[in-house]
């Protein structure tokens, strides 16, 4: 849009409004078409319209903006109306979302809630106008600001730019009753503490002890909400910093089995440099490292977790404290087992005899040096001539060898593919003469070796 075609002034807000800081400016006047042209409608029909929530606190913080919200004082079914081609993903709580040429954009009608008696969502929901109202029910004074986009102005009645300028996070109103009202936000609260590459921010002291005093009303919350959560801390770049607060607070006895706050080596670890390029799922598993396979396993279908994810977690803690002999024929099925999760398990290694830990299930060989000289050997390898995949079929084996389909056909074929991958064999011609040198058909096959790790 020109400046001709910017927005007229819509509704005003029953706020007072500050002026922006220059860089919020900035982002306001290179909006994307897409939001300018649901600001001129909505406020061309009568309406007010503020973009609110996530990304008027990431825009302040001088983050990428990745989604927009709106509020709005027209009704669901007024805005569907006006957006033919909108979607009702959540019109029960005034939530509809808006197609734009790029991106989805929710627009949410601004409401009134009644009281939260079940510490997780309101007993009813009715529509409002007011902008003051609907702040005063979010969660902390950095999610409780708007920007108007007509008027290029701010609204803060709760101080957010300030605490954002302190580092602080703090409640909307009493913190006691924020947390009572949805116990989801003790993890919310957690999340915010992670400012990234600024380090990690503090809570005031009334949203602290709030936090500590309500943390088991988290057994209110499902536990595809905490999940949701959680994973996103795991995913922080500060995880180490908020993972032993959450500890210390006793948040994390509330999903995770075990007592926290005692378990030093363990929180301890995810400060080792390595943690660093893991990805969350692998940071809770090397928490988990002490934890008993089976609570491993609980803990992670309590909490929901996808089977893909649980079966990735339970893989690593499956393998903790085993490492590969220091021959190149070793590390090359290590290799190939574990593919790109290779240099990942040693480094998982290094972490654990760093700090110290016992994994269950592992033996524990090896020191630190003698792990770091294995993943020396392993990056210095070049890759397999055939590659990981198998050179030869079962159809190929059965005529060679006159098997028939079942168990021993398998397991020759495993055999004879580990051997491929141990020589760095490259043609079936190899496997042929291989295969002649073997006495498969004088032993037992249920002793023969497999391509696997660990052994």
Known sequence: MTSQQWPKIAVEADLPSIECPSHVLQWIENLPADVLEIVSKVSENGG???I?????????????VHDIDFAVTLEPEEMMDLFPDSIATGIEYGTVTLRGQNSFYEATTLRVESEYTDGRRPQSVRWGT???EDLQRRDFTINAMALDVARKVMHDPHFGLQDIERGIVRSVGQAY??????????????????????????????LS???????????????ERIWMEFQKILNGENVAQVIEKMAHDGVLDMFLPGKWASQHLRLESLYHPYTSHFDGLTRLALLLCESFSIDVENALIE?????????????LH???????????SNLRVFRSVLQEQAVQHLELEIVIRTHELSPSMGTYDGDVSYVESLLDMLQRMPPLKAGNASLIDGYWLMQRTNLGKGIALGRLKSWLHRLQVERDLETKEDIEELLCSLHWNEENYHDWPSLQFPE
């Open 48 to 50: 007010g319209i503020w």
């Open 52 to 64: 609110v929530g996530g990304a008027v606190r990431d825009v302040c913080l001088g983050l990428e």
């Open 130 to 132: 007011s902008l003051s």
């Open 177 to 206: 009753a924020r947390i009572s009202e949805d116990a989801l936000r003790i993890l919310r609260a957690y999340r915010f503490l992670d400012r990234g590459k600024a380090g990690v921010w503090k809570f005031d002291l009334e």
């Open 209 to 223: 002890e709030a936090l500590r005093q309500n943390a088991t009303k988290l057994e209110n919350v499902t536990e």
């Open 303 to 315: 909490l929901k977790l996808p089977k893909k994810d649980r079966m990735y977690i339970q893989n």
């Open 318 to 328: 499956s393998r903790f404290g085993t490492l590969p002999e220091p021959k190149v």
